[in-house]
């Protein structure tokens, strides 16, 4: 049985940080595209960060560039979002997903198999 179970999620000042992790189980993580994604209340989910199967190749949405950080630790199946000088506008649940090779770019979300139960991220 897959499992993604996020933490890390709450609520900070505007220019804080927060940390979201996201432990797998169930898959060959290491085989694994790994995404977040993001979902604010009547918008539609956006990819935010990716990170591919080696950890050497990474993207970001253009707007969260230079503020937040992916990263994949394949020893213990977890992945990481490090957010930095966060703003109101990045309130929102956030997911993880992974996906085994899909056709689709990166920030699409129905290119990816597996997805966690979110947490949620406020920012005021």
């Known amino acids: 049985q897959v499992q993604l179970v996020e933490s890390g999620g709450g609520s900070v000042q505007a220019g804080g940080s927060l940390r979201l992790s996201c432990a797998a189980s169930?898959?060959?993580?290491?085989?694994?595209?790994m995404a977040w994604f993001r979902q604010a209340p009547g918008k539609e989910r956006e990819g935010v960060a990716v990170i591919y199967t080696g950890a050497a190749i990474t993207d970001y949405a253009d707007s969260v560039k230079d503020r937040f950080t992916i990263s994949r630790d394949n020893a213990k199946n977890t992945l990481y979002l490090q957010m930095n000088s966060l703003k109101p506008e990045d309130t929102a649940m956030y997911y993880c997903a992974a996906d085994r090779g899909s056709i689709f770019q990166w920030y699409v979300a129905r290119g990816y198999n597996y997805w966690g139960q979110g947490t949620q991220v406020t920012v005021s």
């Open positions: 169930g898959i060959t993580y290491s085989n694994y595209r």
